[in-house]
């Protein structure tokens, strides 16, 4: 800063000489200086620690997000499927096919079964349900209404729905690892204090470095 730099010290000076002619000159009017350009200079430190607890606070946002999306596909994975499935009955060029929807990662996703017409065969090669114990529906036409009130074929739809999702999100699954993402995430930021000390602390044998150690600040 310096004497002449800044005319409210200078000011400062003038009215305290009317008492002491020599302050100009000494040691505390140099010390008064250090100290105020060290006021200045924190206040550069805190407007730089805002910018970066600023930016720390959108990566926590970013982790936190990439944790969820995690924490849901494994439980996905790991667990019976989605919690929730909904099956529903699609017409497409004329045929009726079977289908599964549930949300993924904030968006509805969509399986198909298998066509309604083949569908207790499809589920009696994958030995999901047991002929001799629906036979009782099977001299009948096999309808969208059967298949939901049936219970065992029901339940063996819902079962299927679930590992064809579950095929569904291995298949999609963000690569790297969850664990990649957040390392991403953390390793452009510094530790806000080396960072500080590095751009914004005056030299070491500075006034402002002996007050803060005299002062605990």
């Not at 936190?64 to 999306?69: F, K, L």
Request: net charge positive; hydrophobic share 30%; proline share 3%.
């Amino acid at each position: 800063m310096g004497l002449k730099k800044d005319s409210r010290v200078e000011e400062l000076f003038e009215r305290i000489s009317l008492i002491d002619k020599t302050i100009k000159k000494s040691d505390t009017a140099r010390a008064v200086v250090s100290y105020i350009e060290a006021s200045e200079e924190i206040d550069t430190q805190i407007e730089s620690l805002s910018i970066q607890m600023e930016r720390i606070s959108t990566q926590i946002k970013d982790a936190r997000s990439i944790q969820r999306h995690a924490k849901e596909t494994s439980d996905i994975l790991l667990r019976n499927g989605p919690n929730r499935i909904s099956l529903i009955l699609k017409n497409q060029s004329g045929n009726d096919y079977i289908k599964a929807r549930c949300y993924w990662k904030g968006k509805q996703r969509e399986v198909q079964i298998a066509p309604l017409s083949g569908i207790v065969s499809h589920l009696t090669s994958l030995s999901l349900i047991d002929v001799n114990k629906i036979s009782h529906v099977l001299n009948n036409v096999i309808t969208w209404d059967t298949c939901r009130t049936e219970t065992s074929i029901y339940n063996a739809i819902l079962f299927l729905a679930r590992i064809k999702f579950q095929r569904y999100i291995i298949d999609r699954i963000d690569h790297p690892s969850p664990k990649t993402h957040a390392q991403d995430i953390t390793s452009h930021s510094s530790s806000p204090t080396s960072a500080t000390q590095n751009d914004n602390s005056p030299e070491k044998g500075s006034w402002y470095e002996g007050w803060r150690e005299r002062t605990g600040g």
